[in-house]
Nanobody
Framework: VQLQASGGGPVQTGGSLRLSCALS????????MGWFRQAPGKEREFVAA????????DYADSVKGRFTISRDTAKNTVYLQMSSLKPEDTAVYYC???????????????????WGQGTLVTVSS
């Protein structure tokens, strides 16, 4: 199983970016894909997650109303549309996938079995 993340780059405060993550194959019908981020000197934190089967979504409070996660089931791809970006959104963004998670575990990075390589988002003020 491989994940390929893309779409990061530099952006100014208030701008938008869309990240993509393609999953090579689903491990189960319950596959969940999540986005996490890690800023320099900080721990990896949850951003958003989505179920590939039913489209249910969860977001971190820090991104609600600004970020939208979506999926293309035919392509096994998830997207993270990021708007109203702030300097504190600067981080390496990682996508992850797992086929066994219950919803209460979606925000727990340690529960995901598969990870992409990360894509850097830099928001300048």
């Amino acid at each position: 199983v491989q994940l390929q993340a893309s779409g990061g780059g530099p952006v100014q405060t208030g701008g938008s970016l869309r990240l993509s993550c393609a999953l090579s194959e689903r491990t189960s019908w319950r596959t969940v894909m999540g986005w996490f981020r890690q800023a320099p000197g900080k721990e990896r934190e949850f951003v958003a997650a989505i179920s590939l089967s039913d489209g249910n979504k969860d977001y971190a409070d820090s991104v609600k109303g600004r970020f939208t996660i979506s999926r293309d089931t035919a392509k096994n791809t998830v997207y993270l549309q990021m708007s109203s970006l702030k300097p504190e959104d600067t981080a390496v963004y990682y996508c992850a996938a797992d086929g066994t998670l219950i919803r209460s575990s979606w925000s727990n990075a340690a529960q995901y079995d598969y990870w992409g390589q990360g894509t850097l988002v830099t928001v300048s003020s």
